[in-house]
């Protein structure tokens, strides 16, 4: 009813300017609107208020398909949240599982986490840097080289996280870390089994590509006048990259940490195999210990645990958390990002 | 004494740092060597290529783990049979100190043979029993080269250990079961048909697209051509922000919610299908496809719009004939950008979609995808077994895969938006 | 008996396939201040951004022909393009301080040549402004960002920046064309003070500034150089005709 009333006007709003399309036939404007072969190429009517009543259904379905999304976004949000929201307490962030995890809070996940995310960031930050660094102050911009170096970074962004476990297990596990056993610790198994080390160091390759856009994008808004100044002062090619370019790019490498660690909090599948335990009575001690984190958490917690239901509300709990922690740094780089653009058009 | 002072200032002079004073003549003849220029560039130049080097990396390490399937005829391979049973050993039964020592110490076959009986993993007697064959060659190499081997185990790399010949009989075996119908690795008789898995996958990618595709191509459209600014600027946030939700919490909304209330509404029997799966991993390729179409879109010249209106075409014509078409290049890398992400979506599909490796073609059935496999796989699985393998090949199908899509989005689509919009 | 600072022979300059400049040969008298006229688009910038080597930052540019300073060609392949900058120095068309403060502006060319020493540093920024007329305006607030200057101030600061490196060239590329009249005739006098110690090169769009300021003038017009003089000359008894027309203001 209300939806029949609200077409019925804007029906007739468009009739309206319609009609005062109509008054312009006069002088001719009709007539080339007619013949016109970009009408007949497109075999449309002439009649303009089918045109008009498909304009507005065209229109409003693809609002409801951004609505849609939208919705769907937000009631995702309201579910967990409203799921989340009684364990939400600081008792749950900070003690350890109990009763074969029915019981107690998340903390050896949450500070398995967030050692993660700085050792993968120590690790992502600096190279991504350099990289984008490369790319927009060494690199020629039609180079064979910047080519093929931007090919690699959006192929980086685009292989399944999957793969990057596989690799972890591969190359760091297999091949470094058991290497390093045979030749530092005469076989000992130390560095040759999962454990944080590696599960850092494979997140942060999945994360390099989302550092190295952020720092380019942002490294591209600084003004080419600048550099040409500083060069003109006769100061170096590094001299005007780390007094001038680097500075004023500061606030995108912070935007892309910020995104890389969102990335890697929530990534589960690089550390399937590669660190992540089911559960650990103590906190990681060392770079060769195994680690508990959120993500992993909520995966074994839904399809592992023995009891699901009774493990309900843990489970919203820690989605909760996750999804608090990477919305808020998403924020966080959104704005950042936003104001870099902002200085690129002033 | 002079001549020493001489050379000495001179040294000290190259590495005092020059000082151009006021009124100093600069001397620009001469080129200057400047080493923290020089430094700075060869390591930024060096850290540049690690994301080429870390492409070729993950193609060798990913491929030399799944290799040892296709390579069971090779000569030199029982050399590693005794290292892998070390290996293995360290693996499945470190429960049992003993037993570890036990393949450092002896070389004697029978034991190696009881150690292969021993193990409680049945996928495990399973290889050793199919071997018996080529067992007694086998061990007599073991009598043979048993020191040899154990003195290079100090040396040798791991993954020379791991490409194992004692998988060698059940590669063979693999290698013919991996074209069927029955995914069963862990079994008596362990079979590892791809088919049902790859059928699972492209189900899941179908059902996602065309659940993800139509809505993100369309609210792209939505906010590039018809949205007012302010609606644009909460829209388009709205939707980036889907893409900073973690795949897991996805999962876990998917597992949790909505196979439940899709069940009710549809009524169907299996609780976590294809479907559900589907549409959750839908969730993540959204805002994908809606981000590269809305640049595709919004690439579009601005004078082919107003062009269009300026004939008389209303904003939806515009719109659906004109703006649309100019970019099709760049919705076909945007949908094919989200079939790679669907393909390779791991944690959503071990969370929604059942997981069990069925053959049939009802989307509202249990399904299991490539990734998905591996995921669950990986962790339960023996180094260097066959099974191992095959995951690994699995992955090797992935990583192909999505670097070919890649490569087409990059590279064809590229060149053909750009003609397009150039119009050459 | 005048010195010549710059000469250049048979200079060409390609922009990938496009000409911009075109067999220029010209000598520029030291401590005198050349100005370069010409419409938009004829290559004076090009031709002056040459002089110090900044078109080596675009890929696509070549040069043919001999550019001498002092005797010495610079785009000899043993020269140090860096030393020849700061010899060289560069006044751009928009004003372009660096996000520092005043003070961190004018020390930057010192302390990338090596000078840390606080009191060095401070009497080389003060002379620098000073020089640049714009001590007076700034000494109180050495320390606020060079971006809450106004235009005319921070095209100045770029002047003095410019100073505290000791060039013996400044090139000025249109230092005034985005002030107001006021800024303008400020930088003009300036330039007046600085000729006595500097050898100085100015583009500018507008005819009555070269001729207030200028000793020498060039007129370009579609990447070549058409004519060459004394100021005086070139604007009372041009010896082209399309000089002739330019200044009366018959076409550009």
């Known amino acids: 009813m209300m939806l029949q009333k609200f077409y019925n006007s804007v029906r007739s709003k468009k009739q309206n300017r319609n009609n005062t399309i109509t008054e312009l036939n006069a002088d001719g404007f009709s007539t080339t609107f007619q013949k016109n072969s970009f009408f007949e190429m497109l075999k449309l009517k002439t009649n303009r208020y089918k045109r008009d009543a498909k304009g507005f259904i065209f229109e409003g379905i693809t609002l409801a398909s951004a609505l849609i999304i939208v919705a769907i976004l937000i009631v995702m949000l309201v579910v967990i949240f409203n799921g989340g929201k009684s364990m939400f307490t600081w008792e749950f962030l900070t003690t350890f599982p109990k009763e074969g995890m029915t019981k107690g809070g998340i903390f050896p996940a949450i500070y398995g986490t967030a050692l993660l995310v700085i050792i993968m960031s120590i690790a992502a930050v600096p190279f991504g840097t350099i990289t984008a660094i490369y790319l927009t102050e060494y690199a020629r911009e039609n180079s064979f080289i910047a080519r093929s170096i931007r090919f690699a970074v959006r192929t980086l962004a685009v292989i399944p996280s999957i793969i990057y476990g596989l690799f972890g297990l591969g190359f760091f596990i297999k091949y470094v870390g058991t290497g390093m056993d045979s030749v530092f610790l005469g076989g000992h198994l130390k560095w040759g089994q999962p454990n944080i080390l590696w599960a850092s160091l494979t997140m942060a390759l999945l994360t390099l590509p989302v550092v190295i856009v952020s720092v380019e994008e942002a490294l591209k808004t600084i003004p080419r006048e600048l550099r040409e100044a500083s060069l003109a002062l006769g100061a170096t090619k590094w001299q005007t990259i780390r007094k001038v370019v680097f500075p004023g790019s500061i606030s995108g490498i912070l935007t892309g940490a910020i995104l890389a660690v969102s990335r890697g909090a929530g990534e589960v599948a690089p550390i399937l195999f590669t660190g992540a335990a089911y559960y650990l009575a103590t906190l990681p001690g060392s770079l060769s210990d195994q680690f508990m984190v959120l993500g992993y958490h909520i995966y074994i917690m839904t399809t592992q645990s023995a009891n699901v239901d009774q493990t309900l509300p843990i489970q919203f709990g820690t989605t909760m958390v996750l999804l608090l922690l990477t919305f808020s740094l998403n924020i966080v780089a959104i704005i950042l990002r936003y104001r870099i653009r902002k200085r690129r058009i002033a | ?424 | 008996m005048k010195t010549i600072k710059i000469q250049t022979e048979n200079m060409y300059l390609h922009y990938g396939s496009k000409m911009a400049l075109n067999n220029i040969s010209i000598s520029i008298p030291e401590n005198k201040v050349t100005a370069l006229i010409g419409p938009s688009g004829c290559g004076k910038s090009t031709f002056l951004r040459s002089l110090n080597r900044m078109n080596d930052l675009i890929d696509s540019v070549k040069i043919e022909g001999n550019v001498f300073i002092d005797g010495i060609n610079i785009y000899d392949k043993n020269i140090d393009v860096v030393n020849l900058r700061k010899k060289v120095g560069m006044v751009f068309q928009k004003s372009n301080p660096f996000a520092k403060s005043i003070f961190e502006n004018v020390a930057y060319g010192p302390r990338i040549n090596g000078i840390n020493n606080k009191n060095e540093l401070t009497e080389i920024v003060e002379t620098s402004l000073q020089n640049a007329a714009i001590w007076d305006e700034v000494k109180d607030r050495l320390y606020d960002s060079a971006l809450g200057l106004s235009g005319g101030q921070q095209q100045r600061l770029c002047i003095a920046r410019t100073l505290a490196v000791n060039p013996e060239i400044i090139l000025m590329d249109e230092p005034a064309s985005a002030l107001d009249p006021i800024s303008t005739s400020k930088i003009e006098e300036l330039i007046h003070e600085l000729k006595d110690k500097y050898t100085i090169v100015i583009v500018t769009h507008n005819m009555q500034q070269a001729a207030r300021v200028s000793d020498y003038t060039a007129f370009f017009y579609i990447g070549e150089l058409i004519e060459f003089d004394k100021t005086k000359k070139i604007y009372t008894n041009p010896d082209k005709k399309q000089t002739e027309d330019y200044i009366t203001g018959r076409f550009g």
Request: hydrophobic share 45%.
């Open chain 2, 1 to 424: 004494m002079n001549k020493i002072k001489q050379i000495i200032s001179k040294l000290t002079g190259l590495f005092r740092k020059q000082k151009a004073m006021p009124g100093d003549k600069i001397d620009i003849t001469h080129k200057r060597f400047r080493w923290s220029d020089f430094i700075a560039e060869k390591i930024i130049k060096g850290v540049a290529f690690l994301s080429i080097t870390i492409i070729i990396l993950i193609f060798f390490f990913v491929f030399r783990e799944s290799f040892p399937i296709f390579n069971f005829g090779s000569k030199d391979k029982p050399k590693t049979e005794q290292l892998t049973a070390t290996k293995n050993q360290n693996n499945t039964a470190n429960q049992n100190p003993q037993q570890e020592q036990y393949g450092v110490e002896t070389t004697a076959p029978e034991k190696q043979e009881q150690y292969g009986a021993e193990t409680s993993e049945p996928a495990k007697q399973e290889q050793y029993g199919v071997e018996t064959t080529e067992a007694s060659q086998q061990e007599q190499y073991g009598v043979e080269t048993g020191k040899d081997s154990l003195m290079m185990g100090e040396n040798k790399t791991p993954n020379e250990a791991t490409e194992s010949g004692s998988t060698n009989a059940s590669n063979k075996q693999a290698i013919k079961t991996l074209i069927t119908k029955t995914w069963q690795p862990v079994s008596d008789n362990p079979r590892y048909g791809l088919l049902p898995l790859l059928l699972g996958t492209f189900k899941i990618t179908i059902i996602s697209l065309l659940f993800a595709a139509p809505l993100a191509i369309l609210a792209a459209l939505y906010t590039s051509v018809f949205a007012n600014k302010r609606l644009k600027e909460i829209i388009k946030p709205t939707i980036e922000m889907l893409a900073g939700i973690p795949s897991v919490v996805i999962g876990f909304f998917a597992l949790m919610v909505m196979a439940s209330f899709l069940q009710n509404l549809f009524g169907y029997a299996t609780r976590l299908n294809s479907f559900v799966g589907g549409i959750a991993m839908g969730l993540a390729a959204i805002p994908i496809i809606y981000t590269i179409t809305e640049d595709a879109l919004t690439a579009v010249p601005k004078t082919y719009y107003e062009a269009s209106l300026a004939l008389g075409a209303s904003k939806w014509q515009t719109a659906f004939f004109v703006i649309l078409p100019a970019a099709t290049p760049g919705i076909f890398a945007a949908v094919l950008l989200g079939i790679g992400r669907v393909f390779g979506e791991t944690m959503i599909a071990l969370m929604a979609t059942g997981n069990a490796a069925m053959m049939g073609l009802n989307p509202f059935e249990s399904v299991r995808t490539l990734a998905a496999t591996i995921g669950a796989e990986m962790a339960e699985v023996v180094f260097g077994d066959t099974h191992y393998n095959v995951l690994f090949l699995i992955g090797s199908m992935l990583f192909i895969f999505t670097f070919i899509i890649n490569a087409i989005a990059e590279f064809w689509v590229k060149g053909k938006l750009m003609k397009k919009i150039q119009g050459k």
